[in-house]
């Protein structure tokens, strides 16, 4: 059965950092890329990085590009999600997921998710 953990959330000051992780067990990911989204209340699922596990290759959105950043530790199975200049508008639960394609930023090119961690930047 596959796992998706997700830790690392909090409540942070406008301008901190966060690093997020997500474990991954259950089934080999190395033919999987990683990705996390982010969802806050009354909104859609938004999706903020992918990483292929083999080569690191990395895909972002506009709204996050310089100031998140995805990597993984293929030895712990785990990816990472650095966010730096953290705003109140990134506050949300934050979900990672794993998918055969890549890049994939749609929330239905994902085949497995994790239960997500509440993220909560105050001004």
């Known amino acids: 059965q596959v796992q998706l953990v997700e830790s690392g959330g909090g409540l942070v000051q406008a301008g901190g950092s966060l690093r997020l992780s997500c474990a991954a067990s259950?089934?080999?990911?190395?033919?999987?890329?990683m990705g996390w989204f982010r969802q806050a209340p009354g909104k859609e699922r938004e999706f903020v990085a992918t990483?292929?596990?083999?080569?690191?290759?990395?895909y972002y959105p506009d709204s996050v590009k310089g100031r998140f950043t995805i990597s993984r530790d293929n030895a712990k199975n785990t990816v990472y999600l650095q966010m730096n200049s953290l705003k109140p508008e990134d506050t949300a639960v934050y979900y990672c997921?794993?998918?055969?394609?890549?890049?994939?930023?749609?929330?239905?090119?994902?085949?497995?998710w994790g239960q997500g961690t509440q993220v909560t930047v105050s001004s």
């Open positions: 259950g089934r080999t990911f190395s033919s999987y890329a």
């Open positions: 990483i292929t596990w083999t080569r690191g290759t990395t």
């Open positions: 997921a794993a998918t055969m394609i890549f890049p994939a930023s749609r929330r239905n090119q994902y085949d497995y």
